[in-house]
């Protein structure tokens, strides 16, 4: 009990140590003074040192006391820096403050029922956007996209995408800029996220691209290829969402699913490396808000067994469940009608 609320305290002050730029300020830089640091970062001497403190004998930062110096050791780096891609966990631990901020209206969820909405996280989806963006930007295109056999090749030639659940639509605006040919549509029921990511549309100067605010079970048009990347599981209306996608999916077109590495069965998510994790985002997200409104509430419920069932009653006949290396949190379900 000692180390989880030794871990959890460490976890905020992670969470902090990225949001101001400490890690990367100290990633492949010499030994430095906590008024070097500040000075460096633009930060108060104070804060830095007391976090340093933490950092030390958390075992993340080493100090000499002899210099009064910090560092960063370089194998600690990857795990707490932009330059580890998707293995960098600091931005993670922002989410800890996040869903300590709606403590008291979970709990008062487990008391009466019902559950915690959107509305009260504000910081989620610029959070969401930047944990997925690492994953964008370096894996959709060559990792990612080569899971389903031939469509490299497909979107270089040009058909039509859709991206359910778009949030700030960084997910379209990637791939539109490396397959020129296709066009690309976001659908979500954020009004800023989409205004945000039509605005890194227009910066990037790009065509190809249109987002869109609306309901993911009313989706309009047919699409080649439709996406969903950590969505699904959190909609209030998740098996409605997959059949209005197999109803706009092309009879020869793709779904692409990507969500949670993990099991419908309690017993068989005992050891996974970030079980724990996993059921709290959601009590505190992702069951919650879609029992907020009245939705399904599957939160952990959603696993590939789930995840299997509810596309086949969809009427998906193919379904395939990818792995992408490095990756443990997520799979990718590649998905034909058939």
């Known amino acids: 009990m000692v180390d989880i609320l030794n871990g959890s305290a460490l976890a905020l002050m992670v969470s902090v140590g990225h949001q101001v730029g400490l890690f990367e300020a100290m990633a492949g830089s010499p030994p430095a003074t906590s008024a070097g640091l500040a000075e460096a970062s633009g930060l108060d001497e104070r804060y830095v040192r007391e976090w340093l403190g933490g950092m030390v004998v958390g075992g993340i930062v080493e100090y000499d006391p002899d210099a009064g110096t910090y560092t960063l050791p370089p194998e600690h780096a990857p795990s707490l820096t932009a330059a580890g891609g998707p293995d960098n966990l600091a931005g993670m631990m922002q989410y800890v403050g996040l869903m300590g901020g709606v403590e008291q209206q979970v709990a008062e969820s487990f008391r009466k029922g019902g559950g915690v909405p959107y509305s009260a996280y504000p910081r989620f989806q610029a959070l969401q956007a930047e944990e997925s963006a690492r994953v964008y930007d370096l894996a959709l295109v060559d990792t990612i996209v080569p899971l389903v056999p031939g469509l490299a090749e497909r979107l270089r030639s040009g058909i039509d995408a859709l991206d359910v659940g778009t949030g700030r639509g960084h997910a ?3 791939l539109a800029a490396a397959f020129p040919e296709s066009r690309f549509h976001g659908l979500d029921r954020s009004e800023e996220g989409i205004a945000f990511g039509r605005g890194e549309a227009e910066r990037r100067g790009l065509q190809n691209v249109a987002l869109a605010v609306g309901d993911s079970t009313g989706i309009g048009g047919q699409y080649d290829l439709i996406t969903a990347f950590d969505v699904i599981h959190d909609l209030a209306e998740p098996g409605p969402t997959l059949a209005a996608i197999a109803a706009a999916l092309r009879d020869d077109g793709t779904f692409l699913m990507g969500d949670i590495a993990a099991s419908s069965r309690l017993e068989e998510n005992i050891g996974h490396p970030f079980g724990p994790a996993l059921y709290c985002f959601s009590v505190f997200y992702c069951m919650t808000t879609s029992l907020s409104t009245g ?24 379904v395939e469940v990818r792995s992408v290396e490095g990756d443990p949190v ?9």
């Open 172 to 174: 379209p605006v990637v």
């Open 295 to 318: 939705g399904a509430g599957l939160g952990t419920v959603w696993g590939e067994q789930t995840a299997r069932r509810m596309l086949a009653e969809a009427g998906f006949r193919e």
């Open 330 to 338: 997520n799979v990718y379900y590649v998905a034909r009608k058939g």
